[in-house]
């Protein structure tokens, strides 16, 4: 089993590369802001909620986020392993992931951590705020504030893994099938 964590701020290309690595290695991708936008999407009450924060780009808090992403985990008994991105994003949700993914005997394989400075995040995320119809992609003050938060309270997630010896840092500066092969060159052997 392989159990990636797809690591970076906001803009540095992580839901990009999932889709290339999800192919490659036949792993189930859950971005947990793709779910929540879908949730959103079908005005759900986790939509309604997690919309009040994504708007300000604020973290939805820690409880629901985990009881969401452990409920997706849940609904795929027969994967080969998942590719997660955008989670963990505090250090209280890669503590309940690792002993989620533990107890499931099936822990963490590795961190890969897409580094990309912040002029260029937030150039990309402003040229992606064109098609991607994300209010939280249009507002630069939201952009700044996601960065911000970025910086506070998910980077420390980064040591949590280099703890475990699992965390690989990743330049996220070059063409996407260069960042691709940088990626898979990390990727253990299963
Ligand atoms: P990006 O990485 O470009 O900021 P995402 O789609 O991953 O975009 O996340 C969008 C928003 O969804 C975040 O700004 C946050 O409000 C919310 N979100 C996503 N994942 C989490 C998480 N693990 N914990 C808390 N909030 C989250």
Redesign the pocket.
Known sequence: MLNIILF?????G??TQSTFLVEEYGLVHL????I??ANIKGSTELGQL?QS??D???????DV?IRM?ESEVNKFPDAKGFIF??????TT?AVALDSFLEGRGTPVSCMLALDVEEEELKSR?IA?AETSG?A??ADPAVIQN?IN??RKETEPVAEHYAAQGKYTGIDGIGTIEEITDRLKAAIPAV
């Not at 971005?31 to 793709?34: A, E, I, L, V, Y």
């Not at 300000?56 to 820690?62: A, I, N, Y």
């Open positions: 970076g701020p906001p803009g540095a992580k839901g971005s947990t802001g793709d929540f936008r997690a924060y994504m300000k780009g604020q973290l939805v808090p820690d986020t992403l991105d955008g989670f963990p994003r505090t949700q995320l992606r994300r939280d992609d996601r938060v970025y």
